[in-house]
């Protein structure tokens, strides 16, 4: 195995790892289409081509939510994986931290995610490396976005809110998505259940929340959108971070100690 | 959805955008800034699909940055709408001062469609404004008539465009360069 240089590292792209431009690959197989389209084996979709049918439809149902506060950053998600209907996986992992002190929170096609997860980890951890310091989120929200560019137009989806605390000194939040949006803020939910969660968090989320509150309000938006959509379901789990890094707040996975979080809003006895 | 808007006056442009980033029903963001600044005196307001308004306007961005430490002087203004039909489903208004030409304001679409315009609107309240600005506008406006003319465009959006946009970045670019203007955050209904 030959050993590559560093300026030839320096040079690589992190873009082209071996796929093929997707307006090309889709001119060419829709000119070949009626030969070809028998010879690939069944449930084997090319990312490239959006002629190839997918084998199963993919529905994107989930509920994440994200925001900053005094106390750093509160990432939420519920934990079902839909798929066509059924429920794929009921323990899923929807927030997937990226370095100690970023994590990313997933929407779209669950394989997507975990993919591009695992290449920006890759990516910021080679930059590490390279510069002897961490790529702030913002950069690692360019490099995201740039790494997906490349897709639009095709059946790749992912929708990520990027959680991090830069370089010690204070929380950044970003929301990525495949189409290429890429925007800073302090409040983002995103999901199928994304406006059920919209609605509670935005008469709830202030800069001074402690931490135990803002932990509570997260649970209880994730909570509320999988009670009223049918994509969001099961757990949820709750990350935070701060200048030490992520912690998974966990809790026994049942609605009554959700609700009894929040007595105000307990709900009338027949559905308790 | 969104909405741009550029009016030029005899020794400046002022231009203003909406500030509202949505994905479908959801307003995400309510302080986007649509507004990329090409050089000391040139704007580029860009609006249209998400991903590709900042991608694209990034992209010549940095092209013309690059452009001028290649070669030691900035682009002129004209020279900066080098545009070719792309994929790129965005829509442009390039405002700027030049310091032979004066200022000017140039309107282009997705199509790579170029015209130099003294008023220009794009966005669904385009159909609302445009014929606010053509009864409006005189080319001798001074700066303040042309900030009321603006307020006027936008309250007519506030009343009648069914999409709520609540508030505007307003710039002016003239012979001195780029100056942020207070924002238009229109009031209640009428």
């Not at chain 1, 439809?57 to 998600?77: D, E, N, P, R, Y």
């Not at chain 1, 830069?166 to 970003?174: K, N, Q, V």
């Not at chain 1, 709830?204 to 135990?212: D, H």
Request: with cysteine; aromatic share 10%.
């Amino acid at each position: 195995v030959r050993q590559k240089n560093s300026a030839e590292y320096l040079s690589e792209s992190p873009i082209q790892f071996g796929q093929i431009n997707p307006n090309i690959a889709s001119n060419f197989i829709n000119t070949l289409h009626q030969d070809l389209v028998l010879s690939f084996p069944p449930g084997f979709p090319p990312s490239c081509s959006p002629s190839v049918p997918l084998p199963f439809t993919m529905s994107h149902g989930t509920t994440t939510l994200a925001f900053i506060f005094q106390g750093g950053v509160i990432a939420a998600a519920d934990t079902r994986s839909s798929c066509n209907g059924l429920v794929a996986c009921p323990a899923s992992q929807k927030i997937l931290p990226v370095h100690s002190h970023l994590v990313g929170t997933t929407s779209g096609t669950s394989a997507d995610c975990a993919l591009w997860k695992r290449i920006l980890a890759r990516e910021l951890r080679l930059y590490q490396l390279r510069h002897g310091r961490r790529l702030s989120t913002a950069g690692a929200a360019k490099l995201l976005a740039h790494m997906l560019h490349p897709f639009k137009g095709t059946e790749l989806c992912v929708a990520a809110t990027l959680c991090g605390w830069d370089g010690g000194e204070r929380p950044s939040l970003y929301y990525v998505c495949s189409d290429g949006t890429r925007l800073q803020g302090e409040l983002f939910s995103v999901g199928s259940g994304s406006p059920y969660a919209y609605s509670v968090l935005d008469g709830g989320v202030r800069w001074g929340l402690t931490v135990e509150e803002a932990t509570s309000l997260a649970r209880q938006a994730v909570y509320r959108a999988t009670h009223r959509d049918a994509y969001s379901g099961n757990c949820v789990d709750v990350y935070h971070i701060t200048s030490k890094g992520w912690a998974l707040k966990t809790l026994p996975c049942k609605e009554e100690t959700i609700y009894k979080q929040d007595p105000e809003t307990l709900p009338p006895s027949h559905l308790r | 959805m969104e909405y741009l808007i550029g009016i030029q006056g005899p020794d400046f442009v002022l231009v203003a955008a909406d500030n509202v980033a949505a994905s479908s029903i959801i307003q995400m963001k309510q302080d986007q800034d649509k507004m990329f600044k090409l050089s000391d005196k040139i704007l580029l307001l860009c609006v249209g699909e998400a991903g590709d308004t900042v991608q694209f306007a990034e992209y010549i961005q940095k092209n013309i940055q690059l452009y001028k430490m290649r070669n030691e002087h900035s682009l002129q203004q004209r020279y900066g709408n080098d545009l070719f039909p792309t994929p790129y489903h965005v829509n442009l208004l390039l405002a700027g001062f030049d310091e032979t030409d004066g200022p000017g304001l140039y309107f282009m679409d997705y199509l790579s469609a170029l015209a130099k315009a003294p008023f220009a609107a794009h966005g669904y309240g385009a159909y609302l404004t445009l014929s606010i600005l053509d009864r409006y506008y005189r080319p001798d406006l001074t700066r303040d008539e042309a900030v009321e003319l603006l307020k006027k465009c936008i309250e007519e959006l506030n009343k009648r465009l069914i999409i709520n946009l609540p508030s505007f970045s307003v710039r002016l670019i003239d012979k001195d360069g780029i100056h942020d203007l207070e924002k238009l955050v229109p009031v209640g209904a009428k």
